[in-house]
Nanobody, 112 residues
Framework: QVQLVESGGGLVQAGESLRLSCAASGTIFRINTMSWYRQAPGKERELVATITSVGNTNYADSVKGRFTISRDNAKNTVYLQMNSLKPEDTAVYYC??????WGQGTQVTVSS
């Protein structure tokens, strides 16, 4: 029933920015903790950022100061603003709802 659809990925050069979006349906979005994960080739999926229902946020050390997670409950959407992108940020980025549901992922590729 729950569906998460990511968008906004693409190919950019180092130093540029992207904003990822995740639109949720089939859930009472506003009460859920939302997260972004990413998985690079040959690497374990890792938690990038989390935002709770009341707006508290947490970030992985590798993205702190560069990425910002936010949510718009009226649009049932969570965002990940990614600035100063590095080649090391290249991965498939996944939206996650309450540690239970996953989107299909969106590819982010950062070239040197």
């Amino acid at each position: 029933q729950v569906q998460l659809v990511e968008s906004g990925g693409g190919l950019v050069q180092a130093g540029e920015s992207l904003r990822l979006s995740c639109a949720a349906s089939g859930t009472i979005f506003r009460i859920n903790t939302m997260s972004w994960y990413r998985q690079a080739p040959g690497k374990e999926r890792e938690l990038v950022a989390t935002i709770t229902s009341v707006g508290n946020t947490n970030y992985a050390d590798s993205v702190k100061g560069r990425f910002t997670i936010s949510r718009d409950n009226a649009k049932n959407t969570v965002y990940l603003q990614m600035n100063s992108l590095k080649p090391e940020d290249t991965a498939v980025y996944y939206c996650n709802l309450q540690w239970q549901h996953w989107g299909q992922g969106t590819q982010v590729t950062v070239s040197s």
